[in-house]
């Protein structure tokens, strides 16, 4: 066996291995959609080994070779498919199968040229570069944020793309066989396979680890949310704050802490049902939830109490933002409780002091909030600190005096 053929019945076997191990994956996680195309990406190569085998023992090889040419363009495509799904864009089928019929049409007619003619050899790999360059650009129009893994997997395709491109100018410098039945006996075609097998493997652990890292992702934030509400959960709350407040620290920017308590939430139980109690507590995350933005982290930290981290804010501002989501929130109807019956949340509000913690910053805009239910409920209360110095120019109210 010639050392082409040797690397070809390994790729069998990888192969098999990887298109197992995106379909495990897709077993594991029903919603990691984009992974049974990998599979299904890695099974279709196996058809593309198969053709190349099978290329010596055809007299006329014209119709096997641009099997075997559709067989792996078509490989590439379904790979762009599957990022297509990961990146949540919309995929190209139209250009891409498009692309396919032409290309297809353009190596079985070019067939009848010298083997050595470069417009032959560019016609063969030219629309290998030109899918897997797309794949790339499938990644960086996603709409999220990319990492450095996504990054490094743009790359790999990126560079893929030009191995192919450069195939031909290789086959002119080392020879291809002096006809297809040669081809696996000659030096380019063990090393176009190798080549092959380096990015197959390498764009196959790329997307292997993204997969694994989405999943992971997707585990921590479910061990990290609240069920009822939607928010974080108070672990997933002080994590993300903690993190919050060292940015914020590195880059001298102000942060604060509002913390909220829904009102009489007791006799809300007591009066309604536990079930309406669940409800107002789902409207308020909600209207939290609506009431961020971007940058803002929300948490339920309590049964009824929550918690938003507001990067960036002084408390003056902060001040005015609960006193915006107190006063809109007193006003908005339950869905099925009465639509007379209107509920309220008093408002603790804290600035991080240089040096202070999560759990001191919360502490503090804690005990705000104790005295705003002190004070009669349904208003808001300031920790004292910096409030001190710029109390009149902003009218905050520090806690235990009345508004």
Known sequence: MSGAGFILTINVFVAGLLAAAFMAISIYDAKRVSAR????????????????????????????????FAAFLATLI?????LARRYEVAPPWRTMLVFLV?????????????????LRMMTFQTPYAAVQAMGAAIVLRSRDKLSQFDYALTGVLLTSALQFFSKPYLALAVGSGSDPHQYLQSTYAMISQALGTVFALSIALMLLVILVRDILADATQKSET????GLLNRGGFQRRAAI??????RQGLPVTLVISDLDHFKSINDTYGHLSGDRVIEAFARFIHESKVGHHIAGRIGGEEFAIILPGTHLAAARLFAEGARSAF????????????RFTASFGVAELVAGEFIDQLMRRADAALYEAKKDGRDCVRVA???????????NVVPFGSKS
């Open 244 to 249: 919050a407040l060292r940015e914020a620290e």
């Open 226 to 229: 609240d069920a009822l509400s």
């Open 102 to 118: 032409l290309a297809t049409a353009a190596v079985y007619f070019t067939q009848g040229l010298p083997r050595d003619s470069l």
């Open 37 to 68: 195309w990998f599979a299904l990406c890695y099974l279709t190569g196996l058809l593309y080994i198969g053709t190349e085998f099978s290329i010596p023992w055809f007299e006329n090889t014209r119709p096997i070779v641009t099997a075997n």
């Open 330 to 341: 007193s006003a908005l109807p339950i869905e099925g409780l009465p639509s007379n019956q």
């Open 78 to 82: 379904i790979m762009n498919v599957g």
């Open 384 to 394: 004292p600190g910096s409030v001190v110095e710029m109390q009149a120019e902003t």
